[in-house]
Nanobody, 119 residues
């Protein structure tokens, strides 16, 4: 089992910056990928960014060049640095950990943190 707790959400002005954190606990040794997803009202949950245990990253086209995903394996924490956010980035952001246990892929989710981009 892996527990994920997000923090750092809130209100940010367009063009500002915000950093989300995701603290993992439990069977952290089993974590392969960490990712951030988001869900805006009336929309499906979508992948924002993902980072593997080796540091490879992927980003949604809408956030490339503005958001940066990273992880500190020593602290069992993942981060999403949001620079120059736009109003359309407003959503609930969820941390995801992809684990591999006995050959099975199991996903864990945090409770979500609200990010509102508005002046």
């Amino acid at each position: 089992q892996v527990q994920l707790v997000e923090s750092g959400g809130g209100l940010v002005q367009p063009g500002g910056s915000l950093r989300l954190s995701c603290a993992a606990s439990g069977s952290v040794f089993s974590i392969n990928t960490m990712a951030w997803y988001r869900q805006a009202p009336g929309k499906q949950r979508e992948l924002v960014a993902q980072i593997t245990s080796g540091g490879a990253t992927i980003y949604a086209d809408s956030v490339k060049g503005r958001f940066t995903i990273s992880r500190d394996n020593g602290k069992n924490t993942g981060y999403l640095q949001m620079n120059s956010p736009k109003p359309e980035d407003t959503a609930v952001y969820y941390c995801n950990a992809g684990t591999i246990v006995s050959g099975l892929v199991i996903d864990y989710w945090g409770q979500g943190t609200q990010v509102t981009v508005s002046s």
